[in-house]
């Protein structure tokens, strides 16, 4: 009995302190992708999931498309507006936070030149466009 309850223990005390929920990293928000698994994300039947693999830019982006803040989007990411379409992109402080999941041919950029709708002063990941 005290062997059970000592296995368990931490696992009740992960849970209690809310290290289940998942942040930009854990979504691997940024990353290159061509589905949504690519994304650290495995769909659910009637759930709406917190990242997209976003085609529209050149290797795939997993990020999330209309938010209105950056609230809504996955913790490390603000929402930002590019070209009229609003999207939650990885926070960054310079390039290499960007590229841990792409590849050399579809790196993205640290760029501080795209303001996040609260128009903060965060450097975004931007990916390159198709």
Known sequence: MRTTFALLSPLLLASMLGCGSKDANDLKVGAQCTS????????????????????????????KTGCAHSSECPEK??????????YCFLVCTDKPDCNQNRSVDNEANCSSSIKTVENTEQKLCIPPSS
């Open 36 to 63: 949504l698994q690519d994304c650290g994300v495995e769909p659910k039947d009637g759930e709406v999931p917190p990242l997209e693999c976003l085609a529209t830019f050149k290797g795939g982006y997993c990020g």
């Open 77 to 86: 990411s603000a929402c930002a507006n590019l070209d009229g379409t609003f």
